[in-house]
């Protein structure tokens, strides 16, 4: 399997990250699956220096109101003598780090992030592609008859890459890029590159998500970075970052073969203050689940959430209080996210599947990674009480079940937690059991039921 990272992946490096280095580094352990376009090492060298001189700019706009003078309300107080101090070495440092950049700028011997570009690109284990004449053609060709990737009338650097990949990998390859005009065109791309190769193409947006697709666990230096750029896209995402619940619903993520992902969606006015909403999610290969929507204020910093089985917006702290209920309803479209529909989170996650069966049942799966099984019984019609459990037995021998309305289903996660959902038709309700209630209670049932 291949890798292939495109240019706008470097070029955030000028733009994000701590641990922006540790990253180059960690791609470095790659360099045998890595092949390196010509024309994306080409295009970095051509477009560092304008990301470069914006990021600059920025910082010497940031600390251009140092240069204001005071009013002599303000100098006459007995602090601006220490004010003033301050002030002066701090516009010393603003000084000297200004001409550090500008230097960075133009010397590329002392920018750390084209050095470790650079000797990624190098490397003797790298594949590097040149790009022909026949390339540049073919590229042409796809520009005009307005064929992916690619949406820029001017320049032709997307086709240009696309064809020399094409032209000279011949295993599974793995892109990485936020670029729309590939990301938009997944299946036409990964159609024509099967045609090309008799192989399959995979199309990222996280450098982390390549790792798994080549069979390792990204470092945490990745994950932290890209969680970095993440947030780095508005500062509404620090604000719910801050989160306990939020923080760890990514870290959970983080060990799973899925990602984090975090977008606003509009803008809402509640009791006269405007809030961004702010979708957070699970993305799965193929389909993206909705965790919870959040409602932030940045002047207040107050968050509130969506409360889906009132249909409302409800105060965070009211939210964390329910979060804490065993019990509760809802309803939901399976037409939506492949049929699924998440309950809980953390060692209460389940993530339920379902889709129409007739107009008197509906069909249960057990596919979802943190569905471990799915258990079944024709005799139970209501929620058992926790005292009832041990003459209960459920059968678990199908990953799929066919619910009628008024049945029950048991599902068992990962976390050797379990939960019961019955169908009411258009109304789903659910009830979950702890691990202390429920499994030391029906443990060897669930062993008996195993081996019938």
């Given amino acids: 399997m291949k890798l292939c990272i495109d240019t706008n992946y470097f070029l955030d490096f ?40 914006v990021e600059i700019k920025k910082f010497k706009e940031s600390n251009s109101s140092l ?14 003598e220490e004010y003033n101090n301050a002030k002066t070495k701090l516009l010393e440092l603003s000084k000297a780090l200004g001409t550090k950049l500008d230097s960075i700028l133009t010397d590329w011997d002392q920018d750390a992030v084209f050095l470790a570009f650079d000797s990624l690109y190098k490397m003797e284990k790298v594949k590097r592609l040149e790009t022909t004449e026949d390339n540049i053609k073919r590229a ?10 690619g949406t820029n009338t001017r320049t032709i650097g997307d086709e240009v890459i696309w064809e020399v990949l094409l032209q000279n990998v011949c295993d599974d390859l793995i892109l990485v890029t936020n670029d729309e005009s590939f990301k938009k065109n997944e299946k036409l791309l990964a159609i024509e590159y099967e045609e090309k190769s008799n192989k399959n193409l995979f199309i990222v947006d996280k450098l982390s998500n390549a790792i798994k697709l080549l069979g390792s666990q990204p470092a945490e230096s990745i994950i932290n970075y890209e969680l970095e750029v993440t947030l780095s896209m508005d500062p509404y995402f620090d604000l719910l970052m801050e989160l306990y619940e939020v923080r760890d619903f990514a870290s959970l993520l983080n060990s799973s073969n899925s990602s984090l992902i975090m977008y606003i969606e509009r803008t809402e006015v509640h009791d006269g203050l405007e809030y961004k909403v702010l979708y957070v999610g699970e993305s799965k290969e193929t389909h993206k689940v909705r965790w ?43 037409n939506d996210n492949n049929g699924v529909y998440v309950i809980g989170f953390d060692e209460y996650l389940f993530e339920t599947q379902w889709s129409e069966a007739d107009n008197n049942s509906i069909h249960a799966y057990s596919y979802c990674q943190s569905i ?14 926790i005292e009832d459990i041990n003459d209960l037995t459920f059968n678990f021998s199908s990953i ?15 976390w050797g937690n379990f939960a019961v959902t019955k169908n009411q038709k258009y109304r789903s309700t659910f009830e979950r059991f702890s691990r202390e209630q429920i499994r030391t209670r029906i443990q060897n049932i669930f062993v008996d039921c195993r081996s019938l």
């Fill in 400 to 414: 799929s079940r066919r619910v009628k309305v008024g049945q029950l289903v048991v599902w068992e996660n990962n």
């Fill in 140 to 149: 042409k060709i796809r520009n005009l008859l307005g064929e992916p990737p």
């Fill in 67 to 80: 240069n204001h003078s005071s009013s002599k309300l303000v100098r006459e107080l007995p602090e601006f």
């Fill in 292 to 334: 919870n929507t959040f409602y932030v204020n940045l002047e207040r910093k107050r968050i509130l959430v969506y409360d889906l089985l009132k249909d409302s917006v409800i105060p965070l702290q009211k939210w964390r209080n329910k979060s804490s209920e065993t019990t509760g309803h809802f309803a939901f479209d399976f």
């Fill in 14 to 53: 000028y733009r994000n990250g701590k641990e922006r280095l540790n990253v180059l580094e960690e791609i470095k352990k790659y360099a045998e699956h890595i092949v390196f376009p010509v024309q994306v090492y080409n295009e970095f060298k051509r477009n560092m220096s304008s990301v470069k001189e």
């Fill in 372 to 385: 471990k099984a799915i258990g079944y019984t024709d005799s139970l019609i209501e929620f058992p009480k």
